[in-house]
């Protein structure tokens, strides 16, 4: 006991770094090309087979390829290791590249007794800072990347190494504009400090951007271009573009971490200090000029989607939760009922964030009035202590519901469902506690012991892909030959609810889909042939068509058998070449009837020519006034 109890001591650090380790990867699984992963990966095989999805409605007019750099960063990772391993390979590497570089800010922005504590709240706290994205994706995009690149950059200008920081920063910028640009904007606040330099780049920025919009380049060919209100309806799609859309959990989730930062400001210093204040900077200019762009429907304003500016706000707001804890913690009776308070919220649902945050910095600041400043009675304490109390309720069924999810929806083992489910409260707890009660500690680091064993099944179970998510195994590829003989390479294909398989398992332009649109933002005219198209699929009762033509939201129509007057209205299009449907269509026989061996769906490939034939040698009937009817 004397020995184990010397190798904790002088392990503690190392030991709660692999735990840290632990849970990143188990909250954050491979599961194998999806979200916007799929577009990039799109982008990559564009790249490498140019002809087969020239034709696919989201390179139709342009597409995000001509924003970044990290498209052909993964062709060359994909055209080496083929694509399920290349994109595996390439998720593992950003992902290594994102914490290395946080560990790189990290260990110049915090105390050093704080770094592990700075990053297990990274591991352990919500990432989203909007409705749909989070940061430090567990999936391949350019948005890892150039967050990777920006946090070593901005690590790189604490340490004034300068020419390694604005390097690092405008590849970031190159690989993500719209993630780039936060960190550029913290940069120069950081080193620029005269209101004429700012003047100055004001100036030039105007003036580049109407050479730019006279040229026509990008977006910024339509900065003056008013989106008419169909078209505004139809791209509200993209919710987290629009403020007035926001739900009140996102609200919550950004008020939290602007609470936090305006505290870190207030109550810190040094490095901390300037980096939540120039954070909160650049986050209330995002919001401000999606505030613009969401009153003014301009184009230009609209395609900046400068609410991604809000990324780096919420990453500090964790990573500075620690400090400023400790700080408010040593406050004496009110800094600790506000931290309580805090970390009530923290731990809550995103709902309740902005309920308890709100309070406590009123709380907090209000000790500043003579007729506040006085010390909370045991009345208030009790109130106090229920917050955690109800937290910990809550947190206790949420988990059981995930477990659930694990266990029924993912199909996990028992164990592991129960692994997933709840290592995050329970080790979030157990860490508060050591944090807080120092008496704790004794009892809590033994429990470090499993700390090699929990990254050890982190990592076992961290490919998470199912056999349904892997498109190009050997038997698929056997099944699917035929079908890519039947179809040129240059066709535009319908997938009735398989836009995937028509990009990676087929590798075929797809007609339209509700991951297609991801561009559209950024040129209209992707908008104006998505609603043809999806009217058109609509007319005919195809599923696929989840907006309508005033871009408002319609019921997933179910998979069902459609008639041959109903494929032929949609074979129409001139556009379209082949329709794969899940069930055949009467009275008409399938080119290439075909089954997924790892999922077990039957399919039915038509020839839009074989189904137009169809439909018109369909024998007319005559009523007895002699008008036809087909």
């Not at 799929?38 to 409605?57: C, F, K, N, T």
């Not at 909007?130 to 070593?152: H, K, M, N």
């Not at 977006?219 to 509200?236: G, K």
């Amino acid at each position: 006991m004397k020995y184990l109890a010397k190798f904790l001591t002088q392990n503690t650090n190392s030991l709660f770094g692999l735990l840290v380790l632990s849970i990143w990867l188990t909250l954050k699984p491979y599961y194998g090309i999806w979200h916007d992963e799929s577009l990039y990966v799109l982008m990559a095989l564009d790249a490498i087979h140019p002809e087969r999805y020239a034709h696919d409605l989201f390179f139709l007019y342009s597409s995000q390829s001509s924003f970044t750099s990290f498209t052909r960063l993964l062709s060359v990772c994909i055209n080496t290791f083929g694509l399920d391993t290349g994109v595996e390979l390439a998720t593992a590497l950003g992902q290594a590249f994102w914490i290395s570089a946080l560990i790189w800010l990290t260990t110049a922005l915090i105390p050093r007794k704080l770094w592990l504590w700075a990053l297990f709240a990274v591991a352990i706290f919500p990432p989203y800072y909007t409705q749909v994205f989070s940061y430090g994706e567990p999936f391949t995009t350019a948005r890892l990347y150039s967050e990777a690149l920006t946090l070593f950059g901005l690590g790189a200008l604490l340490r004034a190494r300068n020419i390694l920081a604005w390097t690092s920063l405008l590849l970031g910028t190159a690989m993500h504009p719209l993630m780039g640009l936060p960190g550029i904007g913290i940069a120069m606040l950081m080193k620029i400090r005269r209101i004429q330099t700012w003047a100055a780049i004001a100036f030039c920025t105007m003036m580049l951007t109407i050479v730019a919009a006279m040229l026509h380049l990008g977006p910024f060919a339509t900065m003056n271009h008013v989106l008419p209100p169909n078209l505004v309806a139809f791209e509200q799609r993209a919710s987290w573009t629009f403020l007035h859309l926001w739900r009140w959990d996102n609200i919550s989730i950004v008020s939290y971490a602007l609470i936090i930062l305006t505290l870190a400001i207030t109550e810190l210093n040094a490095n901390a200090y300037r980096m939540a204040r120039y954070a909160l900077i650049v986050a209330l200019v995002g919001l401000i000029i999606a505030g613009i762009a969401d009153y003014t429907d301009y184009s230009f304003l609209l395609a900046l989607q400068t609410t991604r500016f809000l990324w780096l706000a919420q990453l500090f707001s964790v990573l500075l939760w620690f400090p400023l804890a400790e700080h408010l913690w040593n406050e004496g009776d009110r800094g600790r009922i506000t931290i309580i308070i805090l970390a009530s919220a923290a731990l809550s649902a995103p709902l309740a964030k902005i309920c308890l945050a709100f309070p406590a910095l009123a709380y907090w600041w209000s000790r500043k009035l003579p007729m506040f400043n006085i010390q909370p009675s045991r009345l208030i304490w009790a109130l106090v202590w229920l917050f955690p109390i109800q937290t910990a309720v809550w947190l206790a069924l949420d988990d059981k519901l995930l477990y659930t999810k694990h266990l029924y929806l993912l199909q996990d083992p028992a164990w592991y469902a129960a692994y997933s489910s709840f290592l995050q409260p329970l080790v979030m707890a157990a860490a508060i506690l050591w944090f807080f009660v120092p008496t704790t500690r004794l009892v809590l680091r033994p429990l470090l012991l499993l700390a090699p064993v929990t990254l050890l099944v982190a990592v076992l179970h961290w490919d998470q892909r199912k056999s349904e998510s892997l498109p190009t195994t050997p038997v698929r590829q056997r099944v699917i030959a035929s079908l890519q003989r039947l179809v040129p390479e240059n066709a535009v294909v319908y997938w009735e609810h398989g836009v995937h398989y028509s990009w990676y398992w087929l590798q075929r332009s797809n007609y339209i889909s509700q991951n297609q649109l991801a561009g559209s933002i950024f040129d209209s005219r992707i908008s104006v042939e998505a609603i043809r198209r999806m009217t058109r699929l609509q007319h005919a009762g195809f599923p696929d068509s989840v907006w309508d033509i005033r871009g408002e939201p319609k019921n997933m129509l179910l998979i069902q058998p459609h008639p041959l007057a109903d494929a032929a209205y949609v074979c129409a299009d001139p556009v379209l070449h082949t329709l794969i449907l899940r069930y055949p269509i009467p009275g008409l026989a399938s080119e290439y009837p075909f089954s997924d061996p790892n999922t077990g769906y039957h399919y039915y490939a038509y020839a839009c020519r074989a189904v137009l034939n169809a439909e018109h040698a369909k024998p007319s009937i005559t009523t007895p006034q002699g008008e036809p009817h087909a």
